[in-house]
């Protein structure tokens, strides 16, 4: 499988510091310093020298560096082996090597935005039964089979007799 190539349209290089939040319609390369919040249109790479500290969101990120904060994104979120992030994770999908370092949560639920939610089942969607209502019924099913192998097996004993 090929990996799609990545237009980097902004890159905060080593070196540099940003003070307050930070936000870009194309996609980012970040190998400096981004003190505050960070929102990305498209793909968002933190370099391995890369550092941010605050909340970051993006369509997709890839994690070389190191992130103090919640991170959402909608598509996939990967941790590459000197990754370090640090905060709540929220996204669709996720690939973590093993050598990455992820201490928080990760939610990969349905309030991922622009994530198509899943259809319920049948009973849940129709919204007819209550589960109690549910065991009832099969309940109800196991006695009648039940009352009809008894039957069934009194007959064959009186026909046995006769």
């Known amino acids: 499988m090929k990996k799609k190539e990545i237009a980097i349209t902004t890159i905060i290089g080593r070196g540099a510091v940003c003070e307050g939040g930070f936000s870009a319609e194309g996609s980012v390369r970040i190998d ?9 249109a498209g793909t968002l790479i ?3 020298a890369g550092s941010i500290r605050g909340d970051v969101e993006a369509r997709s990120i890839v994690v070389g560096g190191e992130i103090n904060g919640d991170v959402t994104v909608t598509e996939k979120t990967e ?8 905060g709540n994770i929220t996204t669709a999908v996720i690939v973590i090597d093993e050598n990455a370092v992820f201490q928080g949560s990760c939610n990969m639920n349905q309030d991922v935005p622009g994530k198509r939610p899943r259809p319920a089942s049948k009973a849940i969607r129709a919204g007819k039964r209550s589960a109690k209502e549910a065991i009832e019924e099969a309940l109800k099913e196991v006695e009648a089979e039940n009352r009809a192998e008894t039957e069934a097996s009194g007959d064959s004993q009186e ?3 006769n």
Do not use: M, S, Y
């Not at 941790?79 to 640090?86: D, E």
């Open 32 to 40: 400096g310093e981004i003190n505050g919040d960070v929102k990305v």
């Open 46 to 48: 933190v370099g391995a």
């Open 79 to 86: 941790l590459t082996a000197t990754a370090r992030l640090i």
């Open 159 to 161: 026909t046995a007799q």
